[in-house]
């Protein structure tokens, strides 16, 4: 039970409901909070909205620089509805920010919100001390990474940052610098836990600058390796993974532990290929290191529901960049190194997700295009020897940090679909893509940047996947899983997923877009499902899903539907007049006859017996059938007056709507006759400029268009890729000479005596970099050649 005043900091915030009689409560979308518009922002910020899960939703407003806590009722009073608690918990930060908020996210218990910008980085607690103002609450807030990421001499750029799914106190951000960062609140807020420096093109080799900066990353699901696995995408839509990388003191199921740590057991020591069992050791010994229960056989008999891991890094080897994934290839299809992107611009966002027994990637591309592939194989530990890591370790000699270096290992090996697979296990090969469709959202192209896509998964249904863009929000439901499917023991086609426009927020037309500046999908437990969308102009937006028959196929047969349209309509004239009425009276046979019948007398005795053989036959069938056509006729006599008074009133609709048709025809008329002169006037206008001597120029060559799709190339992914690459060189390089001139200042010299070891060290620091220099000025010519031909091409244009 939760009161309007905080009891104490150890309040659990996910589970009380308040229970104030001064609380009124509203539907969400009418709530006070998103009542006052506000003046948009001249950048709409990505989500402002989270939900813990249970029952309550935070909103962050960012004119009052604040965090409104709204307490929620899912399906009160009536299923389709979402009730919210007015007025709202405040909680206001203890320190000022002086970023501009653009997205929150809350952590796995609801305790702690991330409050993320381009210029800062904050978590603020969910508990506090109460403050002066009505419904306000104080909180403490924290600052993540500033020296790293937010100082004045630096311009390394956040590009992902999110909360571990097996930790409360751990985030990961992924960096310009191609860094990726594991930060624990609970130990350190400036250092970080864990890096892994991402090196995903071997030396000697280069390729596209888009190769080499990444764009953004999401942790694995609970599937066996995945849960230990890290995708990173890059901005050529090239994904890698890191596996394995926990987080000291993260929580995990002991079931799926014991399951990968047996199969690496079964299936890695016990092979005759030396490579499997050198793979399948180094996973073993690190699962024992890190969650020591394994090792220990006492626990066979009471085995715990989830165990803690322990700080640990193999000593002599880091961890390998598994990629780029491949693609599995059809037979016949050439297979390259790493094959061309299939969508149009760069790749911007990335989602991982988990069904049943399937692993799903979804890239999005600039171009409005969503990727989607499964991956083919299961996910193994992959470490490169003889590359030791380097460690920080406490006065008790405990591994409190980690850094290391993960380098790409080129690997020649092509699955193709009509190949049988390894049967090896543990062979350290990354896991191949199987790619199961490719969604074209048709977003408008009003960017040169291209569409901005965010993406979330639906808390109910797995199968479905929001896409939040800047014409509204689609839903994409997933009709075919491969491993699952294969497992149901369904032999089903692949089927392409369906799509289907959920929130509209284009203005007018479509060039003009309003995108959302905030979005959650909410269930419960009784089946149930709600998005809430947060406009630009500060409007809530409340939807409700369905859920039911989502996944159910649907299969229409054109040719039974006609004949169920139709058996109605025979049913009903069929229920007028019955078929045995319509078949007409039954035919009579007449009885045989004598010769001397025809010269008989009517009065005679044979022919009145005659007579009256054939009358009686008569009234057998045809009166006694006269009889039942106006029995039929009378008692349908209603029926039939009540279908023709329906014609009648259907004669009547019909009458006045081509009333109103003439009416609107000249209407149509004049603006037939607009239409017709502004044609007019456009062609005129077309041959106007026919005649101006741009016109006639000469096509383009084969030559020619190539390299203009390559300067376009360039242009959207290419110099933002070397740009970045230069702010990370330039910020390495200003790191280097403080960190030069920090210790050639702090060291002191004795009189007389020179320090040899001091100069070497001197000497291999102004060698690095002046290389560092070198690239540099490497990169920004490359750059500036760069920029000089798509000027010149656009001069050459006009």
Same mark, same amino acid.
């Given at each position: 039970?939760?009161?309007?005043?905080?009891?104490?900091?150890?309040?659990?915030?996910?589970?009380?409901?308040?229970?104030?009689?001064?609380?009124?409560?509203?539907?969400?979308?009418?709530?006070?909070?998103?009542?006052?518009?506000?003046?948009?922002?001249?950048?709409?910020?990505?989500?402002?909205?989270?939900?813990?899960?249970?029952?309550?939703?935070?909103?962050?407003?960012?004119?009052?620089?604040?965090?409104?806590?709204?307490?929620?009722?899912?399906?009160?009073?009536?299923?389709?509805?979402?009730?919210?608690?007015?007025?709202?918990?405040?909680?206001?930060?203890?320190?000022?920010?002086?970023?501009?908020?653009?997205?929150?996210?809350?952590?796995?218990?609801?305790?702690?919100?991330?409050?993320?910008?381009?210029?800062?980085?904050?978590?603020?607690?969910?508990?506090?001390?109460?403050?002066?103002?009505?419904?306000?609450?104080?909180?403490?807030?924290?600052?993540?990474?500033?020296?790293?990421?937010?100082?004045?001499?630096?311009?390394?750029?956040?590009?992902?940052?999110?909360?571990?799914?097996?930790?409360?106190?751990?985030?990961?951000?992924?960096?310009?610098?191609?860094?990726?960062? /594991? =930060? *624990?609140? +609970?130990? %350190? #807020?400036?250092? @970080?836990? !864990?890096?892994?420096?991402?090196?995903?093109? $071997?030396?000697?080799?280069?390729?596209?600058?888009?190769?080499?900066?990444?764009?953004?990353?999401?942790?694995?699901?609970?599937?066996?390796?995945?849960?230990?696995?890290?995708?990173?995408?890059?901005?050529?839509?090239?994904?890698?993974?890191?596996?394995?990388?926990?987080?000291?003191?993260?929580?995990?199921?002991?079931?799926?532990?014991?399951?990968?740590?047996?199969?690496?057991?079964?299936?890695?020591?016990?092979?005759?290929?030396?490579?499997?069992?050198?793979?399948?050791?180094?996973?073993?010994?690190?699962?024992?290191?890190?969650?020591?229960?394994?090792?220990?056989?006492?626990?066979?008999?009471?085995?715990?529901?989830?165990?803690?891991?322990?700080?640990?890094? /193999? =000593? *002599?080897? +880091?961890? %390998? #960049?598994?990629? @780029?994934? !491949?693609?599995?290839?059809?037979?016949?299809? $050439?297979?390259?190194?790493?094959?061309?992107?299939?969508?149009?611009?760069?790749?911007?966002?990335?989602?991982?997700?988990?069904?049943?027994?399937?692993?799903?990637?979804?890239?999005?591309?600039?171009?409005?295009?969503?990727?989607?592939?499964?991956?083919?194989?299961?996910?193994?530990?992959?470490?490169?020897?003889?590359?030791?890591?380097?460690?920080?370790?406490?006065?008790?000699?405990?591994?409190?940090?980690?850094?290391?270096?993960?380098?790409?290992?080129?690997?020649?090996?092509?699955?193709?679909?009509?190949?049988?697979?390894?049967?090896?296990?543990?062979?350290?090969?990354?896991?191949?893509?199987?790619?199961?469709?490719?969604?074209?959202?048709?977003?408008?192209?009003?960017?040169?940047?291209?569409?901005?896509?965010?993406?979330?998964?639906?808390?109910?249904?797995?199968?479905?996947?929001?896409?939040?863009?800047?014409?509204?929000?689609?839903?994409?439901?997933?009709?075919?899983?491969?491993?699952?499917?294969?497992?149901?023991?369904?032999?089903?086609?692949?089927?392409?997923?369906?799509?289907?426009?959920?929130?509209?927020?284009?203005?007018?037309?479509?060039?003009?877009?309003?995108?959302?500046?905030?979005?959650?999908?909410?269930?419960?437990?009784?089946?149930?499902?709600?998005?809430?969308?947060?406009?630009?102009?500060?409007?809530?937006?409340?939807?409700?899903?369905?859920?039911?028959?989502?996944?159910?196929?649907?299969?229409?047969?054109?040719?039974?539907?006609?004949?169920?349209?139709?058996?109605?309509?025979?049913?009903?004239?069929?229920?007028?007049?019955?078929?045995?009425?319509?078949?007409?009276?039954?035919?009579?046979?007449?009885?045989?006859?004598?010769?001397?019948?025809?010269?008989?007398?009517?009065?005679?005795?044979?022919?009145?017996?005659?007579?009256?053989?054939?009358?009686?036959?008569?009234?057998?069938?045809?009166?006694?059938?006269?009889?039942?056509?106006?029995?039929?006729?009378?008692?349908?006599?209603?029926?039939?007056?009540?279908?023709?008074?329906?014609?009648?009133?259907?004669?009547?609709?019909?009458?006045?709507?081509?009333?109103?048709?003439?009416?609107?025809?000249?209407?149509?008329?004049?603006?037939?006759?607009?239409?017709?002169?502004?044609?007019?006037?456009?062609?005129?206008?077309?041959?106007?400029?026919?005649?101006?001597?741009?016109?006639?120029?000469?096509?383009?060559?084969?030559?020619?268009?190539?390299?203009?799709?390559?300067?376009?190339?360039?242009?959207?992914?290419?110099?933002?890729?070397?740009?970045?690459?230069?702010?990370?060189?330039?910020?390495?390089?200003?790191?280097?000479?403080?960190?030069?001139?920090?210790?050639?200042?702090?060291?002191?010299?004795?009189?007389?005596?020179?320090?040899?070891?001091?100069?070497?060290?001197?000497?291999?620091?102004?060698?690095?970099?002046?290389?560092?220099?070198?690239?540099?000025?490497?990169?920004?010519?490359?750059?500036?050649?760069?920029?000089?031909?798509?000027?010149?091409?656009?001069?050459?244009?006009?």
């Amino acid at each position: 039970m939760r009161f309007n005043f905080d009891i104490s900091s150890t309040d659990d915030p996910k589970t009380q409901t308040p229970t104030d009689p001064q609380l009124q409560w509203v539907p969400l979308q009418n709530h006070p909070l998103f009542s006052s518009t506000t003046a948009a922002a001249a950048a709409v910020p990505e989500n402002l909205l989270a939900w813990d899960g249970a029952s309550r939703v935070y909103y962050w407003d960012s004119a009052k620089q604040c965090l409104n806590r709204i307490s929620i009722r899912l399906g009160e009073p009536d299923p389709t509805s979402v009730l919210a608690a007015s007025p709202a918990k405040a909680l206001q930060a203890d320190v000022p920010l002086n970023f501009l908020v653009n997205r929150i996210s809350i952590n796995r218990n609801g305790s702690a919100i991330l409050l993320a910008g381009s210029d800062g980085l904050r978590v603020m607690y969910l508990y506090g001390r109460s403050s002066t103002q009505v419904n306000t609450t104080i909180c403490r807030t924290v600052s993540i990474g500033s020296d790293i990421y937010f100082n004045q001499s630096n311009v390394i750029r956040t590009l992902q940052i999110s909360w571990h799914p097996y930790s409360d106190t751990h985030i990961g951000i992924l960096s310009s610098d191609s860094v990726f960062r /594991l =930060f *624990d609140l +609970s130990s %350190s #807020l400036g250092q @970080p836990e !864990q890096e892994y420096y991402l090196q995903p093109v $071997e030396s000697g080799r280069s390729r596209k600058a888009a190769s080499i900066c990444p764009v953004d990353f999401s942790f694995g699901g609970d599937h066996l390796w995945d849960k230990f696995s890290v995708f990173i995408v890059f901005s050529d839509g090239a994904v890698y993974i890191l596996c394995p990388v926990v987080p000291f003191g993260g929580v995990y199921k002991w079931d799926s532990l014991l399951e990968i740590y047996t199969d690496a057991q079964t299936f890695g020591r016990r092979s005759s290929n030396s490579k499997s069992v050198s793979n399948s050791n180094c996973a073993i010994s690190w699962l024992e290191a890190t969650f020591p229960e394994l090792a220990h056989e006492s626990l066979e008999v009471a085995n715990p529901s989830a165990v803690k891991a322990q700080p640990y890094a /193999l =000593f *002599d080897a +880091s961890i %390998s #960049l598994q990629g @780029p994934l !491949q693609k599995v290839c059809h037979s016949g299809e $050439e297979t390259h190194e790493f094959q061309a992107a299939e969508c149009e611009g760069r790749a911007v966002s990335f989602l991982y997700n988990s069904v049943s027994k399937d692993s799903i990637l979804i890239t999005a591309w600039s171009g409005g295009q969503l990727q989607v592939d499964a991956l083919a194989d299961e996910i193994q530990p992959l470490w490169a020897l003889d590359c030791p890591p380097r460690l920080r370790v406490d006065s008790y000699d405990r591994i409190v940090g980690v850094a290391m270096i993960c380098e790409s290992l080129r690997q020649h090996s092509v699955v193709q679909l009509d190949q049988s697979p390894d049967p090896t296990p543990w062979m350290g090969h990354s896991p191949p893509l199987l790619r199961l469709a490719i969604v074209d959202l048709a977003l408008p192209k009003t960017k040169e940047s291209g569409s901005k896509i965010l993406m979330f998964i639906d808390p109910l249904v797995p199968e479905r996947i929001y896409s939040v863009h800047d014409g509204g929000v689609d839903s994409i439901v997933l009709h075919f899983l491969p491993f699952t499917s294969q497992a149901s023991g369904k032999h089903e086609i692949m089927r392409t997923p369906s799509v289907h426009s959920v929130l509209n927020t284009c203005q007018g037309d479509s060039s003009t877009q309003s995108p959302l500046s905030g979005f959650v999908s909410l269930s419960d437990s009784f089946g149930s499902s709600w998005i809430v969308g947060l406009t630009s102009s500060n409007e809530c937006v409340v939807l409700e899903m369905e859920t039911w028959n989502l996944l159910i196929p649907i299969d229409i047969d054109q040719g039974t539907n006609a004949l169920n349209i139709q058996e109605p309509r025979e049913s009903g004239t069929s229920t007028i007049i019955s078929k045995e009425l319509l078949g007409g009276p039954k035919a009579v046979l007449l009885p045989p006859s004598t010769p001397f019948l025809r010269s008989a007398n009517a009065d005679s005795i044979e022919g009145r017996s005659t007579l009256h053989q054939y009358i009686k036959l008569f009234n057998e069938n045809y009166v006694e059938y006269a009889h039942k056509v106006c029995f039929e006729l009378e008692c349908h006599g209603p029926q039939l007056k009540k279908i023709i008074d329906d014609q009648h009133a259907r004669l009547r609709e019909a009458h006045q709507r081509l009333s109103k048709v003439e009416e609107k025809q000249g209407k149509l008329d004049e603006r037939t006759g607009r239409v017709v002169q502004r044609h007019n006037l456009l062609e005129e206008r077309l041959q106007s400029l026919r005649k101006l001597p741009g016109v006639h120029k000469k096509p383009l060559s084969k030559a020619e268009r190539e390299f203009k799709s390559e300067l376009d190339m360039f242009r959207e992914v290419e110099l933002e890729a070397l740009h970045s690459s230069v702010e990370a060189l330039n910020a390495r390089l200003k790191r280097y000479t403080h960190s030069l001139r920090s210790k050639v200042s702090g060291q002191h010299r004795l009189p007389g005596r020179k320090n040899y070891f001091q100069d070497d060290q001197i000497s291999r620091l102004r060698s690095a970099v002046e290389k560092l220099s070198l690239v540099n000025s490497e990169n920004t010519e490359k750059v500036k050649m760069v920029e000089s031909a798509l000027k010149s091409r656009d001069k050459t244009d006009c």
